[in-house]
């Protein structure tokens, strides 16, 4: 049987939201005094609900076998208590209860370059640095050759790192973490930093120390690819619970197959409030007829929003949220975009319709969350909760240009004017 | 298996007794202790014309303007100690403790960005800023040494004495005691920020409530009482008995002074135990 490394039993970890913590004593003795009383709390912002100041469980009584070698990938929405698990496992912050035993040291990368003093030298701070980490003086010495080395700094190593520009920085600090020695290592979208080409090697070097070197990982990142090629494991969270232990393959496709499934809504009603009835809410193309198949990079579609308002507010907006496959948030649309004073909802049945632009999204799948708010005030629907959801598929159609047939590398996939001049 | 049969190296507890000082984990990270003061000290000054020379600078200057302000203008006594010496030593000693106070009150705000990205036992940084202070305070000491012997060979010889063997003990008094209440008084700073600017402006006025720059001798009447309540002022005594044999100081002074320091020392030690782990959360 292998070893276990990690063996987590019940772990929670409570957030207080405000009340306790307001930041100032005045208001902390007001929110006190007003709970004591039941009188109406004055610090409260307008909109908030007593219930909200109560708090939250980041992690939800969370139970799990970490083995030795294992190189597990912990993957989840954001706010799902990825983070905050890498935290209490770092030992940055306590829990609030349960209990994590741990066999070996632990290095954790939560950010790289903790404690880089911008007045010292590279050097200087490669021994701070490590040091913070838990390297020996006699470690460092040992390897520092190899970590300026791997840091490409060279000849600037006895400069003050406030000089370094910030590409120089980050890869000198991840030449330190790199080069720890420890039997459990934890990173937190550590490799979200630097150009392309430094991800690249990093990621290498993160492979090299897991695979070759037969460490313990547990690794955090919103980028599915690097996961997938770092970790033969994986950890689902939702909302501080476990969703699924398994294959990092499975928990991959758990993770984006839950993106699409909640938004696969049957029942609108759901999500009625005091505002307004949600009737329809759906993708249509130029003509304004239903889609059900992938669109060409080349065609518009246009997300249909049906309200039926009960309740006019002047701060009411409504919109969508717009993720790709690897959940990352392209950006945010409302209705009060593109501002005009005569184009509010008005009471009784509303169709608000966005359009998504042509020649704009890449290749790939997209899931489209519908979103509602008070602006400022308060969400009525939150696309990064409980909100429906549209999957929109993009095939072909990239461009005219015999140049690009296929996917290209990147995000968006816009086709963008361009001019061109001969000179005579 | 169940939990508590594994061998663990670590065990991370929503609750820890307060009372666990893992004393061994802190001597493994010394060569962090080092660092930290190294950086502390190396970049103070960077970028400065008089670098470290600014550590003699501040003592020498105050001293000046105490000997215009409090001697000349203000008429106070010095028991019969020449006014440079017996100002030079007020100042650095009092801001040997009024230093080391505030930097221990703010360690956890100070350190907020790597506390909340790594572990390492926290009370390294405590230590170290010990460390920082005692070097800053013994340059300063060194130049008070210099002037003190060439008085001793004009005209004061009874300044040597055995006396001076207890000077160690004296400094190690000042330490605990600024090291406790600082300890104390971070585990609020983290909630309070503004406790921190209060305690620096508390303690430049604080500075003229302690004898500093009078002797306690020239204290008198319903006050006096007070003076001897505030434990600071035995440790100022205690310095002048042990430098130059003047001085009020009893016994029951030292022990009240050193029971006080004890009481700090132990409750600020407890409270940073018990916030190092939830302080993330809070700041």
């Not at chain 1, 590398?409 to 001969?422: N, S």
């Not at chain 2, 003229?208 to 020239?218: G, H, I, Q, T």
């Amino acid at each position: 049987m292998e070893e276990i490394a990690i063996k987590a039993e019940n772990v929670g970890k409570y957030y207080r939201l405000g009340q306790i913590n307001t930041g100032m004593l005045y208001t902390d003795v007001i929110s006190w005094i007003s709970r004591k009383t039941g009188w109406e709390d004055k610090t409260m912002k307008i909109g908030e609900n007593p219930g909200d100041r109560t708090g939250f469980w980041a992690l939800d009584d969370i139970s799990f076998e970490i083995h030795q070698g294992d190189r597990v990938g912990i993957i989840g929405k954001n706010g799902a208590g990825k983070s905050t698990l890498l935290k209490v496992i770092s030992r940055v912050t306590a829990p609030t209860k349960g209990r994590i035993g741990i066999k070996g040291n632990v290095a954790s990368l939560l950010e790289v370059g903790t404690g880089f003093h911008p007045e010292m030298t590279g050097r200087e701070n490669i021994y701070l640095n490590g040091a913070i980490l838990g390297m020996k003086r006699a470690e460092i010495n040992e390897k520092i050759d190899e970590i300026i080395a791997f840091s490409e700094i060279d000849e600037h190593i006895d400069t003050p790192v406030k000089r370094y520009s910030s590409g120089m920085y980050v890869r000198l600090a991840f030449a330190v973490a790199a080069h720890l020695d420890s039997d459990i290592l934890i990173a937190d979208e550590v490799l979200a930093v630097g150009d392309a080409e430094f991800q690249k090697r990093a990621l290498g070097k993160m492979n090299d120390l897991s695979s070759k070197q037969g460490r313990t990982v547990l690794f955090v990142s919103h980028r599915m690819n690097a996961v997938k090629t770092l970790c033969k494991n994986g950890i689902l969270l939702d909302h501080g619970k476990i969703v699924l232990q398994d294959d990092i393959e499975k928990c991959i496709n758990r993770y984006q197959q839950n993106l699409y499934d909640r938004k696969s809504f049957d029942n609108l009603s759901h999500y009625d409030n005091e505002f307004f009835d949600l009737l329809d809410y759906s993708l249509v193309d130029k003509e304004g007829h239903e889609l059900s198949r992938p669109v060409g990079n080349d065609e518009s579609v246009f997300v249909r929003i049906e309200l039926n308002m009960k309740k006019v507010h002047h701060a009411f907006t409504s919109g969508y949220a717009l993720y790709n496959s690897d959940g990352i948030l392209l950006y945010w649309s409302y209705l009060t975009d593109d501002y005009h004073e005569d184009r509010n909802v008005k009471q009784g049945i509303n169709i608000l319709t966005g359009e998504i632009p042509n020649h704009f999204l890449n290749e790939g799948e997209y899931y489209i969350y519908f979103s509602a708010s008070l602006h400022y005030i308060q969400w009525l629907v939150n696309p990064e909760e409980d909100s429906p959801c549209l999957k929109l598929n993009i095939q072909g159609g990239l461009s005219d240009s015999p140049f690009w047939p296929s996917k290209r590398p990147g995000v968006c996939a816009p086709v963008l004017k361009w001019t061109i001049e001969y000179n005579k | 298996m169940n939990f508590d049969d594994y061998n663990w190296d670590t065990v991370i507890k929503s609750k820890q007794s307060p009372f666990t000082f893992d004393l061994k984990q802190i001597t493994e990270y010394r060569d962090l202790i080092f660092l930290f003061v190294k950086r502390d000290i190396a970049t103070t000054y960077k970028q400065t014309i008089l670098g470290p020379l600014w550590y003699l600078f501040q003592p020498v200057f105050t001293t000046v303007m105490f000997i215009i302000v409090f001697r000349h203008v203000a008429s106070l006594g010095t028991d019969g100690i020449p006014p440079v010496l017996f100002y030079f030593a007020g100042t650095i000693f009092w801001s040997f403790f009024s230093s080391l106070l505030v930097s221990q009150a703010r360690v956890f705000y100070n350190n907020k960005d790597i506390f909340g990205k790594v572990y390492f036992p926290r009370l390294t940084v405590p230590i170290s800023v010990i460390f920082g202070e005692l070097i800053k305070f013994l340059i300063q000491f060194a130049l008070f040494s210099i002037i003190y012997i060439v008085y001793m060979f004009n005209g004061y010889p009874d300044f040597f004495s055995v006396r001076l063997l207890f000077l160690p003990f004296i400094i190690l008094w000042t330490v605990l005691m600024a090291t406790g209440l600082g300890l104390m008084i971070s585990s609020v700073t983290t909630k309070y920020r503004d406790l921190a600017k209060a305690l620096e402006f508390f303690l430049s006025m604080f500075m003229y409530a302690v004898p500093v720059v009078y002797p306690l001798s020239e204290v008198s009447g319903r006050f006096r009482i007070i003076f001897i309540l505030n434990p600071v002022t035995a440790v100022l005594e205690c310095i002048r008995k042990v430098c130059f044999g003047t001085g009020e100081i009893s016994l029951y002074m030292i022990l009240y002074s050193v029971g006080c320091t004890l009481v700090f020392l132990i409750a600020g030690l407890l409270l940073f135990n018990k916030n190092e782990k939830v302080f993330v959360d809070v700041i």
